[in-house]
């Protein structure tokens, strides 16, 4: 329950530490998982001192148990031991110091170990961090390469080495960082996100030289994990350990099997780019050769053709056959016409002989009555009617006499 203060009625520092200490009382005996960083087991001494850490995050509290507590598995453990304690927190009022009092202490065995990351696994692949979908892809020629690492260690060399032999342009940004203990994962994932951080960076690896399954341990954290799933920067997971691949190889865009494996992914080699250049120029020089081959051959072919070798043959050939057909058409058109003209002439004489001008020529005449009615009978007239005449030259009236 929240205590009643103010400036004038202020706590002293005792019943602080006192109601803390009851607040702790509270909390009962709990069982705690941690990494043993620190063992004083002083001769004669019958309690023992520990020092329990999470191996994620940069927190850790005292223990103290007993000797017969601690002896009941002091062939097991030491430290960097992975333990699970039953423990009581305490609370010592006089330095204002947590503790935990162990009331048994069990090792977790490397079975039990594999176990928790086989769940961790498959929990982790059901949120997706490991789908292939998620992976990027790591540039040809990267000019800023980050490295995560051990001080001085034979991975941090075996990268360098071999990838300034492949290419020696290529640049580092190294992080040495603890790579094993209880320091290792949050300096390991400290190290991650500067390097993303760094826009310069085109890759990030994370370099170990293998070693047991307890000291891969950091790199199968959830927290790291979840720190390299969330980089823009592509990673590159080169922790030497085939038997039993770390979490982090799973969610890494790409898997070294070895750091010196990492420095041939990361970096092309210079002489074989050479060379692929060399050979790429050549077939190049080839292709081309030979497309250039071709078409002189084709020019060749169709400059030997007889219309390309004298042009005005085929003109003048052609000239002479529309002389020939113009010449051709002059005589049939003539004729045309001469059998028009004749066959005109022919029916010209027809009508003429057949021409009621010619009978009038021959003296004969055609009486019309007023409405131009032609009179074939003489019961067709009466006496005193007007009648035109038409002869050869003309035409006049006459009267029917009665």
């Excluded at 995560?148 to 040495?176: I, K, Q, Y």
């Excluded at 081309?288 to 043959?313: F, T």
């Excluded at 032609?374 to 005193?384: G, I």
Aim: aromatic residues 4%.
């Amino acid at each position: 329950m929240a205590v009643n203060t103010s400036p004038d009625a202020p706590l002293p520092v005792g019943e602080v530490s006192r109601l803390i200490g009851g607040w702790i009382d509270r909390l009962g005996a709990v069982w705690v998982e941690g990494q043993i960083t620190q063992l004083s087991r002083r001769p004669g001494a019958g309690v023992v001192f520990l020092t329990l850490r999470d191996p994620s995050y940069d927190i850790s509290v005292s223990v103290t148990c007993y000797r017969q507590v601690f002896d009941a598995v002091a062939d097991v453990i030491g430290e960097g031991a992975r333990v699970v304690v039953h423990a009581k927190p305490e609370w010592y009022a006089p330095r204002g110091q947590l503790s935990l009092r162990a009331a048994a202490i069990r090792p977790v065995g490397v079975g039990e170990l594999l176990a928790r990351l086989e769940q961790l696994k498959k929990s982790l692949a059901a949120e997706g961090l490991f789908a292939p979908e998620r992976k990027k892809r790591l540039p040809f020629l990267p000019q800023l390469v980050g490295l995560v690492c051990g001080r001085a260690s034979a991975a941090e060399r075996d990268v360098l080495e071999n990838a300034r032999h492949r290419w020696p342009a290529v640049r580092f940004e190294v992080r040495n960082v603890a790579v094993q203990g209880v320091h290792a994962v949050p300096q390991v994932v400290q190290a991650v996100k500067e390097l993303d951080e760094i826009d310069a960076v085109d890759v990030i690896v994370v370099a170990r030289g293998g070693g047991s399954v307890e000291d891969l341990l950091p790199f199968s954290d959830e927290q790291l994990v979840r720190a390299v799933a969330a980089c823009r920067t592509p990673v590159v997971s080169a922790i030497g350990h085939e038997p039993d691949n770390p979490l982090l190889d799973h969610v890494a865009d790409l898997r070294a099997s070895t750091p010196t494996d990492a420095a041939k992914k990361v970096v092309p080699d210079v002489g074989e780019e050479l060379e692929r250049v060399r050979m790429l120029r050549g077939r190049a020089r080839r292709c081309v050769e030979a497309h250039v081959q071709r078409e002189e051959r084709g020019l060749a072919h169709a400059l030997a053709r007889p219309s390309m070798e004298d042009p005005h043959r085929m003109i003048d050939a052609r000239a002479e056959q529309v002389d020939a057909l113009v010449e051709r058409s002059r005589r049939c058109l003539g004729h045309l016409l001469d059998r028009a003209e004749s066959e005109l002439a022919h029916t010209h004489a027809r009508v003429v002989a057949l021409s009621p001008a010619a009978t009038l020529k021959r003296g004969y005449a055609v009486l019309q009555q007023a409405g131009g009615h032609v009179v074939r009978d003489p019961d067709e007239v009466s006496a005193d009617e007007a009648l035109r005449v038409r002869v050869a030259e003309g035409e006049f009236t006459v009267r029917v006499d009665g």
